[in-house]
């Protein structure tokens, strides 16, 4: 494959050729569950970021490692028992499965996020990451 065919590949690939949507079962916790919780859902499954879901299926946010940190300074384990919503960053960057591969790693690296929820329709679909871009294109070269 000669240079600008592999440029070519690398411009023209979208997220649904790395993740397909509804690939695989994407982890999160449902809105209104205690911190707590996911603080032991993200220990359970060794991750340091997961998504929201609110009652209706639609993202609602997203509580990292670094929420419960600032929860804990903030309010102590008091913070523990309050509502996952209260310190979950609401104003997600999202894709869709169909945009271009090079535009959410330049998102990506701009916004120094490593993670991605693609939503179709409102509602989650699936989750790329930065290793999922690396990973394609490593197999690739």
């Known amino acids: 494959m000669s240079e600008e065919q592999r440029r070519r590949a ?3 690939t979208v997220v649904k050729d790395i993740k397909g949507v509804n690939e695989d079962f994407v982890l ?8 707590r919780e996911a603080v032991d859902f993200l220990a359970e499954h060794k991750i340091g970021l997961t ?5 209706d299926g639609a993202l609602a ?8 940190i600032r929860a804990l300074y ?5 913070a523990l028992n309050m509502p996952v919503d ?20 330049k998102l990506m690296s701009e916004k120094h996020i490593r993670h991605l929820p693609i939503v179709e329709d ?9 290793t999922d871009i690396v990973r394609h294109f490593a197999s690739k070269a």
């Open 51 to 55: 998504l929201v879901i609110a009652s």
């Open 122 to 130: 409102g509602y989650l679909a699936g989750m790329v990451s930065a």
């Open 74 to 78: 903030e309010h102590g384990n008091h």
């Open 61 to 68: 946010g997203v509580i990292s490692e670094r929420d419960v």
């Open 28 to 35: 999160h916790v449902p809105a209104g569950r205690p911190l």
């Open 10 to 12: 690398y411009d023209d």
């Open 86 to 105: 209260a310190y979950m960053a609401r104003d997600v960057l999202t894709c869709s499965d169909q945009d271009k591969v090079a535009d959410v790693a």
